[in-house]
């Protein structure tokens, strides 16, 4: 089946510690993107790619990085210097173009004590 | 800029109610696209509808009707006869031409409770 597969669905770190989320898509999809969601609110876009070897920096990109090294594959590392890591994350796909609706993953719920 | 505001924050009704979800959006693109997604409690969001600035048709599929109004900037989302299955977060998202790098810009997000 297609679709974007985010693993594991729950983490929990240690606080000072860096940790990666995974995301893999097997839509054949150009652009892939990161989000936040905190409790009660929207959602905000930390980093998004429209190609591989290429990506941008959203509305709350510090703490965070990424890759792109792979059609496939859009990994999130949220480092320790992320203030306020605890947060479902959420990855999502789409073809490149604004028309285009974006596809999600089934999200990571983050817990850093 | 961009903006996307949801002022319902919350939506409490009994099975079988009407229940009107309201989207606001600005822009100053004269090109984008409106989106409405579904998180249910499992997290993940889903996809329900896409509609471009240039059609302002009125879009119905099965219990989901969609109310698309340029004059008010308003894309609302009706569901007809509510189910407890309906039960989920509601987000409105906008996607601009012109911004060039295809950022969905999302609502709050409106959390609809169907009580049996």
């Known amino acids: 089946d297609g679709g974007i597969t985010q693993s594991p669905k729950y983490l929990f770190r240690k606080e000072g510690q860096n940790v990666t989320l995974s995301c893999e898509q097997n839509?054949?999809?150009?652009?892939m993107y990161w989000y936040r969601q905190d409790p009660g609110q929207g959602l905000r876009l930390i980093y998004y790619s429209q190609i591989v070897n290429d990506f941008q920096k959203g509305d709350i990109a510090e703490g965070y990085s990424v890759s792109r090294e792979k059609k496939e594959s859009f990994p999130l590392t949220v480092t320790s210097a992320q203030k306020n890591p605890t947060a479902f994350y959420l990855c999502a796909s789409s073809n490149r173009g604004s028309s285009y609706e974006q596809y999600f993953g089934p999200g990571t719920r983050l817990t850093v004590t | 800029a961009q903006k996307v505001t949801q002022a319902q924050t919350e939506i409490s009704v009994v099975e079988k109610e009407d229940v009107t979800l309201d989207c606001v959006y600005e822009?100053?693109?004269?090109?984008?696209?409106l989106f409405w997604y579904k998180q249910p409690p499992s997290g993940e969001l889903v996809f329900l509808i896409r509609r471009n600035s240039f059609d302002e048709q009125n879009e119905i599929s099965g219990r989901y009707s969609w109310n698309f109004q340029k004059s008010t900037s308003s894309f609302n989302f009706t569901i007809t006869a509510s189910q407890v299955v309906d039960s989920a977060v509601y987000f409105c998202a906008l996607s601009a031409l012109g911004s060039n790098d295809y950022k969905l810009s999302f609502g709050a997000g409106t959390t609809v409770t169907v009580r049996a």
């Open positions: 839509l054949n999809h150009d652009a």
């Open positions: 822009t100053r693109d004269t090109t984008y696209y």
